[in-house]
């Protein structure tokens, strides 16, 4: 292949198959795809071969990125540098993810509602601001033998923050307590916040 200028070029991309979730530029074995170019621009249906010289013509490779599709979707991109996103935003989740703390809220066997909402309240800061929450009910003595008020109480407690969470750990028994652990719910959580917005503005 030899680009526009009439120099020979070598794609970006010269990794191997197994360092790459996709396949890239010459390990690309179907027979045609539907390519997009670099802008994100659906250019149509090419064979393979043609579509692969589009890419090399442009100085950047070609990546199949749908291969289940029918045809195979394939976009013309610089690979190294996509990789490298990606790989720096994997980065960042991981980093995200270990910085997520657990917070527990701990609520007596007889909690009254003042008390019960002052501590959903702070579960819903610390939901709203990515941790995880683990809600428990300490028994002492034989308060264990109602373990079901404390299932009760519990279950209020993912009720009351079921805008902005999820189950992640249901309810189970700890020695003289049961617990139960919340985590945000991305989705809920914009949706809260644009209602609040909403809400805002219209004061």
Known sequence: MKSLNN?????????KASDSKFKVNNEIRVEKVRLIDENGKMLG???????????????LD???????????????????????????KEKQERKKQAQQQLKEIRFKWRTDSHDFNFKVRHAREFLLDGNKVKGTVIFRGREMMHQEIGE?????????????????????????????????????????EKQRKEELKEK
């Open 7 to 15: 120099t020979p070029f070598k794609p970006q991309y010269r990794g």
């Open 45 to 59: 249906i090419y064979p393979t071969n043609e579509a692969l010289s589009i890419a090399y013509q442009r100085e």
């Open 62 to 88: 070609l990546v199949l990125i749908a291969p289940q599709a029918d045809p195979p979707v394939a976009k013309i991109i610089d690979y190294g540098k996509f990789i490298f996103e990606q790989q720096k």
């Open 152 to 192: 009760e109480l519990l279950n209020r407690f993912v009720e009351a923050l079921s805008d902005i969470s999820k189950v992640d750990q249901t309810i189970k028994a700890e020695g003289k307590r049961i617990s139960i652990v919340l985590a945000p719910d991305k989705v809920k959580i914009q949706q809260y």
